[in-house]
């Protein structure tokens, strides 16, 4: 299907050990889609299994970005594609600064000897630390070198600005950040979300989907997708308890 | 801003097999294989040698003949140097060249093959290149030259300065120093003399690019220069090598002196081809309140061998190594450095940084010698090395003598690893492998590459972009 990342009967395993068991999810470009599971229910699996991690293995099932399977190809290409993923834990990269990874980044989506022009790329990146109201001295340091968990979140979120994905996955976003960051964070979230881009919000907690709020819940038991609704499952789903939809899995 | 425009530059190509390739030579004089006093004669006939250096060289080869090779510490590599295998003296004949337009078309496009973009190659305008035993190009910017300031090729510094240049020759490092630098001492052809009168500031950097160019042709250059008192000089050596199936020998010896309040860098960025020996021996003589600092960058070649140290000799005077080397599969990076505290209040600095990929190995050995009955003298050491992928190697041998009071010694080492997260995490913002490693290394020299001038933080990046995308399978 044009216009969306389709997620098909998904099966992948770590070591041998299969995590997701024939995942579905269709998530149409302009929506923001959110799925909440407990720790190990195979969420951030989901995350790193779409953008191509090498310790997994695709045992069966598709991903189709805009029609076209990305499964196979290098976490770069995919990442070209279209295809951008806020990490839970992003790498330390010591000596290279912000401005000149994400530079370097663009570059890597340019025919060689068209790089992107320095002062149009500060143009644009000041636009958008701006909208993201983040201070112009962050750009000039070491990619989370030292960062603090919100600092590490906002970075990846300038970066999913500058990049312009199709589709970007959010792995845990909130984890580890303190609520004056989560609003920072999730203000950059909602600055950015719009028809060109949709958007897979992986969380353990509702509190995230208080500030980005999804057009579409999924519940994620077991590496499977058991239910999915409208923004008030997540409300649900805090008053009953994942033992509610635990049970759901099981019939 | 001016860090990224430091550290960028879009007119640049990079060509997967640059440094590939060769141009056809023919050479006027070529003393042929082997090494004997018949060797040496030829060499001295040929240049047209005074009869003292004849002695020099004469003298030298009995030397080299008797030293052993080094034993415990270095590496069983050196055995595979088959000594009668080489060529020690090859020419062209042609006198230096003037100006660019008299450079012959072959020598400039191995320039232009080399990706020298053009605003270095304006450089090159002041600038004397080696190509082979001879300079085949040099012009001595008129500015300089208007200083006072000597810059020439050894052959003629001996020549017509001799008055300078028998003072200092040989003082530095004499020739018993290691069997390498008798080994240079007997043979050396090109290189450079430079001298700079008192109170002369050479502003712009004096420049040499050289490379070898023919089959088992050693190089041997000879470097002298002589900062005087006050005075200030940048000289800036770069050499890339094309590649050749059988081992390459060079062995340059460099001698530097800073008179009292002098101050004298000295950078060099290699990158040897992979069959190539690189036996290096290089050290400065540092007078009272002068400063000497190397800036040494080693990539490529099968064996370096480079300890870059300075003999801090006056009161106050400082020392510093800022080095970089980079061991890809198969090769063998022995660097370090050596600080020889000889007067009070002297202060000496070491910055290592190592990268080893793949079958790459990377070793650090530094001597810092600081005697009991000196005063105040301080040194910094700080080695800090990473890795790329399991197989790879790093050693440390700091050996740091001090003694006496009121002598302080700080040394710091580390050892890092790129990640298999950290190339994912970068892969996923659309870099690819190589890139992704790439972007690492220069992340991690980046820091003591902002020390360098700008020509060559740009020449390294390309260097080691080349490297990394050479090393992803």
């Known amino acids: 299907m044009k216009n969306s990342l389709e997620i098909k009967g998904l099966k992948a395993s770590i070591n041998g050990t299969e995590i997701l068991h024939g995942l579905n999810l269709t998530i149409p470009k302009g929506e923001v889609h959110a799925i909440m599971g407990k720790n190990g229910s195979g969420k951030s699996t989901l995350a790193k299994v779409m953008a191509g991690h090498p310790d997994y293995e695709v045992t069966g099932g598709d991903v189709l970005l805009d029609g076209k399977t990305i499964l196979g190809l290098d976490p770069d290409v995919r990442a070209r594609e279209g295809l951008f993923l806020a990490f839970q834990y992003p790498s330390e990269i010591p000596g290279v600064t912000i401005a000149n990874f994400m530079r370097a980044a663009l570059n890597a989506r340019r025919p060689e000897g068209q790089e992107v022009d320095a002062v149009e790329y500060y143009n644009e990146l000041y636009k958008k630390m701006d909208l993201l109201k983040i201070d112009r001295s962050f750009t000039s340091r070491a990619v989370n070198d030292g960062f603090s968990g919100g600092e590490k979140k906002k970075n990846e979120i300038l970066q999913m600005a500058m990049l312009e994905p199709k589709y970007a996955v959010l792995d845990e976003t909130d984890s580890g950040l303190d609520i004056d960051a989560l609003k920072i964070v999730s203000h950059g979230v909602n600055s950015l979300r719009g028809p060109k881009m949709g958007v897979l919000v992986i969380t353990h907690y509702q509190r995230l989907l208080d500030y980005i709020v999804p057009d579409v819940v999924h519940v994620m038991v077991d590496g499977r997708i058991v239910k999915s609704g409208p923004k008030e499952l997540a409300l649900e789903m805090e008053k009953k308890g994942y033992d509610w939809v635990e049970n759901l899995a099981t019939v | 801003?001016?860090?990224?425009?430091?550290?960028?530059?879009?007119?640049?190509?990079?060509?997967?097999?640059?440094?590939?390739?060769?141009?056809?030579?023919?050479?006027?004089?070529?003393?042929?294989?082997?090494?004997?006093?018949?060797?040496?004669?030829?060499?001295?006939?040929?240049?047209?040698?005074?009869?003292?250096?004849?002695?020099?060289?004469?003298?030298?080869?009995?030397?080299?003949?008797?030293?052993?090779?080094?034993?415990?510490?270095?590496?069983?590599?050196?055995?595979?140097?088959?000594?009668?295998?080489?060529?020690?003296?090859?020419?062209?004949?042609?006198?230096?060249?003037?100006?660019?337009?008299?450079?012959?078309?072959?020598?400039?496009?191995?320039?232009?093959?080399?990706?020298?973009?053009?605003?270095?190659?304006?450089?090159?305008?002041?600038?004397?290149?080696?190509?082979?035993?001879?300079?085949?190009?040099?012009?001595?910017?008129?500015?300089?030259?208007?200083?006072?300031?000597?810059?020439?090729?050894?052959?003629?510094?001996?020549?017509?300065?001799?008055?300078?240049?028998?003072?200092?020759?040989?003082?530095?490092?004499?020739?018993?120093?290691?069997?390498?630098?008798?080994?240079?001492?007997?043979?050396?052809?090109?290189?450079?003399?430079?001298?700079?009168?008192?109170?002369?500031?050479?502003?712009?950097?004096?420049?040499?690019?050289?490379?070898?160019?023919?089959?088992?042709?050693?190089?041997?250059?000879?470097?002298?220069?002589?900062?005087?008192?006050?005075?200030?000089?940048?000289?800036?050596?770069?050499?890339?090598?094309?590649?050749?199936?059988?081992?390459?020998?060079?062995?340059?010896?460099?001698?530097?002196?800073?008179?009292?309040?002098?101050?004298?860098?000295?950078?060099?960025?290699?990158?040897?081809?992979?069959?190539?020996?690189?036996?290096?021996?290089?050290?400065?003589?540092?007078?009272?309140?002068?400063?000497?600092?190397?800036?040494?960058?080693?990539?490529?070649?099968?064996?370096?061998?480079?300890?870059?140290?300075?003999?801090?000799?006056?009161?106050?005077?400082?020392?510093?190594?800022?080095?970089?080397?980079?061991?890809n599969n198969g090769q063998h990076q022995d660097t370090g450095a050596k600080m020889i505290h000889a007067a009070d209040e002297t202060t000496s600095n070491i910055i290592s940084k190592s990268i080893s990929i793949g079958s790459g190995r990377a070793t650090y050995r530094g001597l810092v010698h600081i005697p009991r009955h000196l005063k105040g003298c301080k040194n910094n050491t700080e080695c800090d090395a990473l890795l790329i992928n399991t197989e790879s190697r790093t050693d440390t041998y700091p050996a740091i003598v001090t003694r006496g009071e009121g002598n302080s010694v700080q040394h710091e080492a580390s050892v890092s690893k790129v990640s298999a997260e950290q190339i994912f995490y970068m892969q996923q913002r659309g870099l690819s492998e190589g890139q992704a490693m790439s972007l690492s290394v220069n992340g991690f020299v980046n820091e003591l590459v902002r020390q360098f001038p700008m020509e060559y933080s740009v020449e390294l990046k390309r260097l080691i972009d080349l490297e990394m995308e050479g090393s992803v399978g």
């Open chain 2, 1 to 327: 801003m001016s860090e990224v425009t430091t550290l960028e530059k879009p007119d640049l190509k990079i060509d997967q097999d640059e440094g590939n390739f060769s141009y056809p030579e023919d050479y006027a004089f070529d003393a042929g294989t082997g090494l004997t006093e018949k060797t040496i004669d030829y060499i001295c006939d040929v240049k047209e040698d005074p009869d003292w250096v004849r002695e020099f060289r004469k003298k030298a080869l009995r030397i080299f003949r008797e030293k052993p090779l080094p034993t415990h510490w270095a590496s069983k590599d050196l055995e595979n140097i088959h000594f009668d295998d080489f060529r020690y003296y090859l020419s062209k004949g042609a006198k230096p060249k003037r100006t660019w337009d008299e450079v012959p078309d072959d020598v400039k496009r191995t320039f232009e093959r080399l990706g020298i973009p053009e605003k270095e190659r304006a450089f090159l305008a002041g600038v004397e290149a080696q190509f082979d035993s001879e300079a085949a190009y040099s012009n001595i910017k008129k500015a300089v030259a208007e200083q006072g300031v000597i810059f020439v090729g050894s052959r003629e510094g001996l020549k017509e300065h001799p008055e300078i240049f028998r003072k200092w020759f040989g003082k530095v490092i004499p020739t018993a120093d290691n069997k390498f630098s008798a080994l240079n001492s007997a043979v050396f052809s090109g290189g450079s003399f430079i001298y700079v009168p008192k109170g002369v500031k050479v502003k712009h950097p004096l420049q040499a690019y050289f490379r070898i160019n023919a089959e088992n042709f050693g190089q041997f250059e000879r470097t002298l220069i002589i900062v005087d008192e006050g005075a200030e000089l940048t000289y800036m050596e770069g050499c890339t090598a094309p590649k050749f199936d059988s081992v390459t020998l060079h062995s340059a010896v460099v001698e530097l002196v800073a008179m009292k309040g002098a101050k004298l860098q000295y950078i060099t960025v290699q990158n040897w081809s992979p069959n190539v020996f690189n036996l290096v021996t290089k050290r400065g003589l540092a007078h009272e309140e002068s400063e000497i600092k190397w800036i040494d960058c080693n990539i490529g070649s099968r064996l370096t061998m480079k300890y870059p140290g300075v003999i801090l000799k006056g009161r106050k005077a400082r020392g510093e190594v800022l080095s970089i080397a980079l061991a």
